[in-house]
């Protein structure tokens, strides 16, 4: 099994709203890592989990909040988004932290109005 | 600052045609370089390089790192409307941990 799985495939939430993406990977991988892309731009990273353990935060505001409970899924919960919030969330997996191959998920399309 | 460059950003091309993609970059303590496929979604992995002058190759796609003039290319041969996808080229630093520097990606449209 090589596939990062993303729930769910598309989002649509008010400013006030609370909602979570999850995210998924049973290939035995100890890096998890959350990315989000604006249209025609590259993705750019917002968080990195190794071990479980939160390692790169990337000055990501705090109405993102991750969480990996375990080794196989990381969350992103949302709390108070803006519009501009709105973009495709990507999660990825690696073996571990800094191996190079990085699998990505099909990504969430967030909409935030 | 360190600076990774795709070109051309867009290219369009008939079926059959053969391409090639740039990526320049410069970074400090480079480690490696990495090409991916994005089509609607997720990227897609499709090489990664690390020593200079060895081809990778996987079908119709081969790809080569030059670690002195700090580039690499892309080949795609014989392309078809399938190949149509933005493809991004990344590089990871051996200082910086699983962050992944981006170029802008370059959109490929293959007409049939």
């Known amino acids: 099994d090589t596939e990062v799985t993303q729930t769910p495939k598309h989002l649509v939430m008010g400013m006030t709203n609370k909602k979570s993406l999850k995210c998924e990977q049973h290939m035995g991988h100890r890096a998890m890592y959350w990315y989000k892309q604006k249209a025609k731009k590259p993705p750019e990273l917002m968080f990195v989990?190794?071990?479980?353990?939160?390692?790169i935060n990337e000055s990501v505001p705090s109405r993102f909040s991750p969480e990996c409970p375990n080794s196989s899924l990381l969350n992103l919960h949302l709390h108070a988004l803006q519009p501009e919030d709105s973009a495709l969330y990507l999660c990825?997996?690696?073996?571990?932290?800094?191996?190079?191959?990085?699998?990505f998920g099909p990504g969430t399309r967030l909409l935030v109005l | 600052e360190d600076k990774v460059v795709q070109s051309p950003l867009s290219l369009v091309v008939h079926e059959g045609d053969t391409v090639t993609l740039n990526c320049s970059y410069e970074v400090t303590n480079f480690r490696s370089l990495l090409w991916y496929k994005q089509e609607k979604k997720a990227p897609t992995f499709l090489f990664m390089l690390?020593?200079?002058?060895i081809e990778k190759k996987s079908g119709r796609l081969s790809s080569i790192l030059d670690k002195k003039e700090l580039f690499s290319i892309l080949n795609i041969t014989a392309t078809q409307t399938g190949d149509s996808a933005v493809y991004l080229c990344a590089v990871n630093r051996g200082s910086t941990l699983g962050r992944l520097y981006f170029g802008r990606g370059t959109q490929l449209t293959v007409w049939p």
């Open positions: 989990y190794s071990y479980e353990k939160l390692s």
């Open positions: 990825a997996s690696s073996p571990i932290q800094g191996s190079e191959t990085q699998y």
């Open positions: 690390t020593s200079s002058g």
